[in-house]
């Protein structure tokens, strides 16, 4: 079935730090991928999505990801934290299910941002 | 403004006892969707709803029940809770069509089965 896997589930960085977040998918096709972000309490927001074309895809609030099917893999990344960037952040495939579709999340990597 | 609502935010029940958490959206899309989130086991698809009585089960719908009457409204019906469906849900809406959907989450719903 497809599926993304985050490996990490919790990463710690400095302020003003550089960020990468990993998310390898398990999909036969190229895959449509997503990242959401949850801050504390609050519910789902997509910061970026790839759905073909171009490799390195901008989101929102600076952050960007790049699709590698080399390496089977979506990674998030942003060059400067910012303390406001704590949150939980989740990858996403897209598959087809019966007579519709659903997101596939990964298990989340909770992110901590340190002074 | 664009938005997917639900209500009630925050509930504390106890076993048995039918309750429903409604969702509305207000920007006309076809396709709506009922997540649980759980510790460690990220989100998973309850059920899913490609337009208005259309309905159809995702990865774990035991124990929940939808129905689609108009296209703003997806209400996620627990007829009879237990406590392992104490966890967070989010409603979601989309435009239909695989290869140009985003998904846009409601606030969640914060449940309590005792």
């Known amino acids: 079935a497809q599926s993304v896997t985050q490996p990490d589930i919790h990463i710690t960085v400095s302020e003003g730090a550089s960020l990468e977040l990993r998310c390898n998918y398990s999909?036969?096709?190229?895959?449509?991928l997503f990242w959401y972000v949850q801050s504390p309490g609050q519910g789902l927001q997509l910061l970026l999505k790839?759905?073909?074309?171009?490799?390195l895809v901008q989101g929102i609030k600076g952050f960007e990801a790049e699709f590698k099917r080399s390496q089977s893999s979506f990674n998030l990344r942003k060059p400067s934290v910012h303390w406001s960037d704590a949150a939980e952040y989740f990858c996403?495939?897209?598959?087809?299910?019966?007579?519709?579709?659903?997101?596939?999340f990964g298990k989340g990597t909770s992110l901590l941002v340190t002074p | 403004e664009a938005q997917v609502t639900q209500n009630p935010r925050y509930l504390i029940t106890v076993t048995g006892k039918k309750l429903t958490v409604t969702c509305s959206q207000n920007?006309?899309?076809?396709?709506m969707s009922w997540y649980r989130q759980d510790p460690g086991l990220g989100l998973r698809q309850i059920y899913y709803?490609?337009?208005?009585?259309?309905?159809d089960k995702g990865d774990v719908p035991e124990g929940y029940k939808v129905s689609r009457k108009e296209k703003r409204n997806f209400p996620l019906i627990l007829e009879s809770p237990s406590p392992n469906q104490t966890s967070l849900y989010f409603c979601?809406?989309?435009?239909?069509?695989?290869?140009?959907?985003?998904?846009?989450f409601g606030p969640g719903t914060r449940l309590t089965v005792l």
């Open positions: 979601a809406s989309g435009v239909s069509g695989i290869n140009t959907d985003t998904q846009y």
């Open positions: 999909y036969g096709a190229t895959p449509y």
């Open positions: 790839y759905f073909s074309g171009d490799t």
């Open positions: 996403a495939v897209l598959v087809g299910v019966d007579s519709g579709y659903a997101l596939n």
């Open positions: 920007m006309n899309h076809e396709y």
């Open positions: 709803s490609m337009n208005v009585e259309v309905t």
